[in-house]
């Protein structure tokens, strides 16, 4: 019973950085997951792939991983690489590709 400690990505579908900021604490799957064979559905007999636990810090986390005694592992997040950009870059002579409409 693994638990990773992360801050989720940003959501791809939207530009905002909602539920970025906090850490979030999740199990690990001690079972493979079963396809039901009559619908097809797939299910798991691990409850603790539902449960999701969100802190502030990464601090916290590991406190309450040590405090329970639960093994963890913290996985750093990858800050995006951002590219200074100015709007008038949009319109300058030395712009790779021409200025057309």
Not at 82 to 101: I, L, S, V
Request: hydrophobic letters at 35%; one cysteine or more.
């Amino acid at each position: 019973m693994t638990a990773r400690i992360f801050r989720p990505a940003k959501n791809a579908m939207q530009s905002g950085t909602a539920k970025t900021k906090d850490w979030q604490l999740d199990y690990e799957p001690e079972q493979p997951r079963i396809v039901e064979p009559l619908m097809g559905w797939t299910s798991s007999t691990d409850m603790k792939q539902q449960l999701t636990l969100r802190f502030e810090t990464r601090e916290e986390a590991i406190a309450y991983c040590e405090r329970k005694g639960i093994p963890y592992q913290v996985i750093e997040p990858k800050e995006p690489a951002r590219r200074q950009a100015a709007y008038a870059d949009n319109f300058a002579f030395r712009r790779g590709e021409p200025w057309t409409h």
